[in-house]
């Protein structure tokens, strides 16, 4: 059983940054691409960026490309999601989640998903 615990959400001024980082229990950790989406009231859940097990290649949504990077250290079981020049239409429930295989962008393609962290981008 896999379990991914998000973490350093929180409320940041636009233009700011914020590190979301994602911890990673059971299974084989460098076996897993590992994305990013985030979801709003009005607003289905949306892929944010993805990551390959070898962190060797990635996929970014247009909306973040140039501001946000994704990237994993294997041997802390962990990734995570730099997100730079924060804007007000970022803010978001931030979900970390698994997939078996690939570089895959859609979400019924993941199968072990975190709680979730808050991203409020605000004056």
């Known amino acids: 059983q896999v379990q991914l615990v998000e973490s350093g959400g929180g409320l940041v001024q636009p233009g700011g940054s914020l590190r979301l980082s994602c911890a990673a229990s059971?299974?084989?950790?460098?076996?897993?691409?590992m994305g990013w989406f985030r979801q709003t009231p009005r607003k289905e859940r949306e892929f944010v960026a993805a990551?390959?097990?070898?962190?060797?290649?990635?996929n970014y949504a247009d909306s973040v490309k140039g501001r946000f990077t994704i990237s994993r250290d294997n041997a802390k079981n962990t990734v995570y999601l730099q997100m730079n020049s924060l804007k007000p239409e970022d803010t978001a429930v931030y979900y970390c989640a698994a997939a078996w295989r690939g570089l895959v962008t859609t979400i019924g393609e993941y199968n072990y998903w975190g709680q979730g962290t808050q991203v409020t981008v605000s004056s």
């Open positions: 059971g299974g084989t950790f460098r076996g897993y691409c």
């Open positions: 990551i390959s097990g070898t962190g060797y290649s990635t």
